[in-house]
Structures are given as structure tokens and as C-alpha cells.
């Protein structure tokens, strides 16, 4: 039960890593889409019943990469967030619990690290290369005293919207 439970609590679906070929010799568009406490099967383009067209429509195109077998980092958000940004498993960089940005004193728990500095995202590289970068959701990967500023500016993503309420989808 409490496997079917963790599963179904947060199975990673990533609805499409949406790649747009353009003409030429141009670089792709990547839009990588990640949700929380999602089904494989809620979404309309795996038999859900609710209605997700869009998605549907970027889950049929001939120009995206669905990732139908993509596990998750952890069972939790704060190790599968780190995991998809460094590439490297939570186990490497000591995320191991869900980081909702709690106390600094928090931290002091061996259990309950902040994503370090030295680890590398695909957004500093994607930055790097060029590609215009941009975060919209939950960061939970640091401490509250750094949640009012959270890092994702220093980490590769040059614009961002970050829902530091864990609850935001309630309101």
C-alpha cells in the first residue's frame, strides 16, 4: 500500500520534453515540463478522463520527446528537481527529503541539505550555449532565509517565477 501510495503521490510524468526543429541550421526550442502528484493516467493523451488538449496536442507531435519511462530522482520533489537539473542522482548532492524551504536550522540535519553551489543545471549549460532560460514553479531546493531570493537567478536561469508556497495549487 504504501508503495502504491508513494507512486501515485508523485509519479514523475513528464508531459514532453518538447524539442521544435526549426529550418536550417538554427538550435532547438526545449521546453521540458515537469508536475507534481500526477498519474501516468490523468492526462487525456494516456486514457485520463480529464480533458488536456494542449497537452494532448504537444504529446502527438511529430516534433516532441515524450518520456513515457522516465522515473523519478526520488520520492519526493526537492531530490527529483535536483536530480533533473544536475543529471545526477539526489544521493550524490545530499538532497534526500522534500525541501518546502524550511528553517535554516533545518539544514543542520544531515537529512535535509540544500542543492550546493558546486553542483552544475542544464540551465547554467543550456545559458552558456546561448539558450534564453526561464523557471516557472517550485524551486524547493534551499532554506527559508533563502527562499525570499531564491537561487535560481545563480543558477543558470535568467528569469523566473517561483511558487514558494508548497500549497499554491490549494489557493
Not at 507512486?7 to 536550417?24: A, Q, R, W
Not at 494542449?54 to 520533489?77: E, F, H, K
Not at 536530480?83 to 518546502?100: D, F, K, M, P, Q
Not at 545563480?154 to 490549494?170: M, P, V, W, Y
Request: charged share 20%; with cysteine.
Amino acid at each position: 500500500m504504501h508503495e502504491k501510495m508513494a507512486s501515485n503521490f508523485y509519479i514523475l510524468l513528464c508531459f514532453c520534453f518538447l524539442v521544435h526543429f526549426s529550418k536550417g541550421d538554427e538550435r532547438p526550442n526545449i521546453v521540458f515540463m515537469m508536475a507534481d502528484d500526477l498519474g501516468y493516467g490523468d492526462v487525456g493523451y494516456n486514457g485520463g478522463k480529464a480533458s488536456t488538449p494542449n497537452l494532448d496536442d504537444m504529446a502527438s507531435s511529430t516534433n516532441s520527446i515524450r518520456l513515457d519511462r522516465y522515473y523519478s530522482g526520488g520520492p519526493v520533489c526537492s531530490p527529483t528537481r535536483g536530480t533533473i537539473l544536475t543529471g545526477r542522482n539526489h544521493n550524490r548532492y545530499c538532497v534526500w527529503t522534500a525541501n518546502a524551504g524550511g528553517y535554516t536550522a533545518d539544514f543542520q540535519k544531515p537529512e535535509n541539505k540544500p542543492l550546493p553551489l558546486t553542483e552544475v543545471t542544464i540551465a547554467e549549460l543550456l545559458s552558456k550555449a546561448g539558450y534564453a532560460t526561464y523557471m516557472f514553479g517550485k524551486w524547493h531546493l534551499e532554506c527559508k532565509t533563502l527562499m525570499a531570493r531564491p537561487l535560481a537567478t545563480h543558477r543558470g536561469t535568467e528569469r523566473k517565477q517561483i511558487i514558494s508556497n508548497s500549497f499554491a495549487h490549494l489557493e
